[in-house]
C-alpha cells in the first residue's frame, strides 16, 4: 500500500484504468452525484473520473462498493471529506454545487465595474 504523505497513513492503491472503466461502465457513465451524462458530448466524457465514496486518505478500500462514477467538478467539490453515507456526500456536493452556481450568476450579471 501507498503512504499519504499529508497523513503519513497507507491508503490503498490508486484505480487501475480497467478497474476505472468497470466503476464507469456500471454506473452508465454518469455521474453518480450530479447526474452528468459522460456519453452526451466528448466534453462530458472527459470530466468522467471515480471517486473513493471514503477517501482514500481515510483508508477508503478499493472495492466497488466504495467507488462511483464522478464527474471532477463533483469530485473537487466532494474532496476529501468523509461523510456517514453515500446519499449526505451526495446532498453536501449538490449544496455546494448550487451555491457556487447562484454566486456565479451573480459575478455574471453584475457589470465588473460595479463590483469593485
Known amino acids: ?5 499529508a497523513t503519513l497513513t497507507l ?14 461502465e456500471r454506473d452508465g457513465y454518469r455521474c453518480r452525484y ?3 451524462d459522460g456519453t452526451a458530448s466528448f466534453e462530458n466524457a472527459l470530466v468522467m473520473s471515480v471517486d473513493f465514496v471514503v477517501p482514500r486518505a481515510h483508508k477508503g ?6 467507488l462511483v462514477a464522478c464527474c471532477r467538478p463533483c469530485n473537487m467539490i466532494k474532496g476529501r ?9 451526495k446532498s453536501y456536493v449538490l449544496a ?9 450568476e451573480l459575478k455574471r450579471v453584475r457589470p465588473l465595474s460595479q463590483s469593485a
Open 1 to 5: 500500500m501507498p503512504l499519504d504523505l
Open 11 to 24: 491508503v490503498s492503491k490508486p484505480v487501475t484504468m480497467d478497474e476505472g472503466i468497470r466503476v464507469l
Open 34 to 36: 450530479c447526474g452528468l
Open 61 to 66: 478500500r478499493k472495492d466497488p462498493e466504495n
Open 81 to 89: 471529506r468523509v461523510y456517514d453515507s453515500f446519499e449526505a456526500a
Open 96 to 104: 455546494r454545487r448550487e451555491d457556487l452556481r447562484k454566486a456565479w
